[in-house]
């Protein structure tokens, strides 16, 4: 919500304070504390400021949570190739792997970053993602919808596979969550089941970087295909 101008409270701190000095110190005490142990009270004494100063800035716990994930797809961008330096299919899997990458190491972040694309970083990974798959060739009629499934799939399939590790990392370990269920899968009737009741190994043992980028192949190579120019017909 826009803030009127004015003086800053507790004392003119409107210049030392600023969002950006938030933010960063929002996103050091999210990795530490997670969402549920964060809150404006601990931040505000990380900053040795009241929590007035805090709401000069931000208007809620939401809304730094969100502006601290999105400082992390920033932190993505930044590492991924320029799209100047990339041609469109490696660009664009080298940018998606970033991404969940980052997100890996702030597994906060993963379920905040969703579409519609609408803070900072947010906008900038889909106009790269966009940027990208002209660069493949795509018809262009063909790009917007293209990109938006890149997009949606490369954060939200992140947040699928990152974001329950919160959950579950709060009760028990992933590989402990993953035997169980993996031992729960094995009682299915292979009648009703076939797929499940055989690759209970593949669930206990699978890596979760590994089961985003397989899937992250297959839309690239469909996007291959697509972008391919067709042999013209006989």
């Known amino acids: 919500m826009p803030r009127t101008r004015g003086r800053a409270p507790d004392g003119g701190r409107d210049g030392a304070l600023s969002q950006e000095l938030i933010v960063g110190a929002a996103v050091a005490l999210l990795d530490t504390h997670g ?11 990380d900053l040795r400021t009241g ?16 502006l601290a994930a999105d400082r992390v797809l920033g932190d993505a961008l930044a590492e991924a190739p320029h799209p100047d330096d990339a041609d469109g299919r490696a660009g664009l899997r080298a940018l998606a792997v970033a991404v969940y990458d980052a997100l890996d190491r702030h597994p906060w972040a993963a379920s905040h970053v969703t579409a519609p694309a609408t803070l900072p970083h947010t906008l900038r990974l889909f106009d790269r993602i966009g940027t990208l798959v002209a660069r493949t060739g795509l018809p262009a009629g063909r790009q917007f919808a293209t990109a938006s499934a890149l997009f949606s799939y490369t954060t939200g399939v992140s947040a699928q596979i990152i974001a329950p590790a919160v959950t579950v990392g709060a009760t028990t370990d992933r590989d402990t969550f993953l035997a169980q269920t993996a031992e729960r899968w094995a009682w299915l009737d292979p009648a009703d089941h076939p797929f499940l009741t055989r690759t209970t190994a593949d669930l206990r043992d699978h890596d ?27």
């Open 35 to 45: 969402e549920r142990g964060f809150t404006l009270r601990l931040l505000a004494a």
């Open 51 to 66: 929590p007035g100063a805090l709401y000069w800035r931000v208007s809620s716990k939401d809304e730094l949570v969100a």
């Open 208 to 234: 979760d970087r590994d089961q985003f980028t397989t899937g992250l192949d297959l839309l690239l190579t469909g996007l291959d295909a697509t972008a391919r120019p067709r042999p013209p017909e006989v």
